[in-house]
């Protein structure tokens, strides 16, 4: 399933106070690999920021005057996370002030998630480390994801470390890059002995050792979705 992992800025904490998004970063996944998709946007949220909203992304007003409005972008972000599975850390933040943006432009609108299927990884961090800190930094620093550049909030920046730590969190790879890979095929040589010119040791395996695999591979892919040793046999 193709993944979009979102991150949001906002004036304040609350939508319910008239607060709007004034960033959405997300960053595309396809089968737990980084396409090189993104959406970036600053938006001119037509309000003040509060001051401790300022001090987290450190974004001000002047510098969103020429940005446009939500309803400029909102098609097009509907269509970057239609049909995806979204990540999002803490996710009913997230989604309330995408809801009520969406409930701006029609009264009748209903909620991102029924384009989508949500997922918080707050709440997959928490059922994995239980009674720690879970924050995107905290995370960060348990699943060894470099985040030495997050002096300040932003929403893509965010979202391309939660990527990180989603897949690490997850039994998946980790630094991504900001292109994809190219990928070439590979033209199979002859076997190590031939090589070498030595002949391979025989290995036999025994049925307790061969059931441990078996487990390990299930294990894996109940966490991560997929296992690469599904690719050959």
Known sequence: MRQVVLDTET????PEAQHRIIEIGCVEMEARLYTGRTFHRYLNPERDIDTAAQDVHGISIEQLADKPRFREIAEEFREFIADAEVLIHNAPFDVGFLDAEYRRLDPLHGSVAEWCK???????ARQRYPGQANSLDALCRRLGVDNRNRDLHGALLDAQLLAEVYLAMTGGQVNLELEAAPRHPVTPGPAIGARSGCPLPGVKVSAAEREAHRKRLDDIRTRAGVCIWDRHG
Do not use: I, R
């Open 118 to 124: 949500l997922t918080d990884t707050l709440t997959l």
């Open 11 to 14: 004036t304040g904490l609350s």
